[in-house]
């Protein structure tokens, strides 16, 4: 039994490293992963693989929904952090032809305005993929990765052409310090309650009100 066990130990050590290497070349080959873009990362069928954790009701009648996918609401919920991987949506509606309102207040949406926009981590971009000026800076490396920003038509999955991706940065950089994710609060409390939070921001188009 004794000589069956010592045996089997040099065999166990070789199939331990060669896991081990096996992960690091794996974990290599993800973080040098092709230069896709945000875009790839998200497709049409967002609504059902990510979870609706916030509906914003806005002063011009428009309504927004935010998405996150379930593995980032897990590690927010217990770590309080946005990981490697994490992926945020919005989809914006156009306001209801007739103003409509639901008993509760709340805006009956119109279309969707086709142009979802997402944010997404990655510890696999670089410099270079974050585009403008201050894109570097929102692009700043955590051990977590750096966000990149992009917009696609949800119908299709094809990317947003000519997006000013600057602009997109120019309001979130307002939020450094909350890793430029504006809806943190929202997020909160759907991970609290596990319900997507309603609100309303009295302010037009996406301003800052809050
Ligand atoms: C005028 C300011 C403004 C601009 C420009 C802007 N955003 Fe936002 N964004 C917001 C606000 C405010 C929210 C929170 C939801 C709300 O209040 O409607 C938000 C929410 C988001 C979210 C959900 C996660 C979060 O941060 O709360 C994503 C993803 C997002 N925006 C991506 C983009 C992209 C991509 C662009 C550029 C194409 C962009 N945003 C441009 C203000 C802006």
């Given at each position: 039994m004794t000589d069956f066990r010592s045996a089997r130990r040099p065999a166990i050590a070789l199939a331990v490293a060669i896991a081990v290497v096996t992960g690091i070349t794996a974990q290599r080959a993800a973080m040098a992963?092709?230069?896709?873009?945000p875009t790839e990362r998200v497709g049409p069928e967002f609504r059902e693989a990510m979870h609706r954790y916030a509906i914003v009701d806005r002063g011009d009648g428009k309504v927004y929904d935010l998405y996150v996918d379930p593995r980032t609401l897990e590690v927010w919920r217990s770590q309080r952090r946005l990981p490697d991987g994490a992926i945020f949506a919005i989809e914006s509606f156009a306001p209801h032809a007739d103003g409509l309102r639901e008993a509760s207040g709340h805006l009956v949406r119109g279309a969707s305005e086709n142009d979802v926009h997402v944010a997404v981590k990655s510890?696999?971009?670089?410099?270079?993929?974050?585009?403008t000026s201050t894109g570097l800076l929102f692009g700043q490396p955590t051990e977590d990765g750096r966000w990149r920003m992009d917009g696609f038509d949800p119908?299709?999955?094809a990317r947003t052409p000519d997006l000013d991706i600057a602009e997109c940065h120019a309001c979130h950089l307002d939020r450094r310090a909350e890793?430029?994710?504006?809806s943190r609060g929202l997020l909160d409390r759907f991970a609290r309650t596990g319900a997507p939070a309603r609100i309303t921001f009295d302010c037009l188009g996406r301003e800052i009100c809050f």
């Amino acid at each position: 039994m004794t000589d069956f066990r010592s045996a089997r130990r040099p065999a166990i050590a070789l199939a331990v490293a060669i896991a081990v290497v096996t992960g690091i070349t794996a974990q290599r080959a993800a973080m040098a992963e092709p230069r896709d873009g945000p875009t790839e990362r998200v497709g049409p069928e967002f609504r059902e693989a990510m979870h609706r954790y916030a509906i914003v009701d806005r002063g011009d009648g428009k309504v927004y929904d935010l998405y996150v996918d379930p593995r980032t609401l897990e590690v927010w919920r217990s770590q309080r952090r946005l990981p490697d991987g994490a992926i945020f949506a919005i989809e914006s509606f156009a306001p209801h032809a007739d103003g409509l309102r639901e008993a509760s207040g709340h805006l009956v949406r119109g279309a969707s305005e086709n142009d979802v926009h997402v944010a997404v981590k990655s510890t696999g971009w670089g410099r270079e993929d974050v585009p403008t000026s201050t894109g570097l800076l929102f692009g700043q490396p955590t051990e977590d990765g750096r966000w990149r920003m992009d917009g696609f038509d949800p119908r299709t999955g094809a990317r947003t052409p000519d997006l000013d991706i600057a602009e997109c940065h120019a309001c979130h950089l307002d939020r450094r310090a909350e890793d430029f994710i504006l809806s943190r609060g929202l997020l909160d409390r759907f991970a609290r309650t596990g319900a997507p939070a309603r609100i309303t921001f009295d302010c037009l188009g996406r301003e800052i009100c809050f």
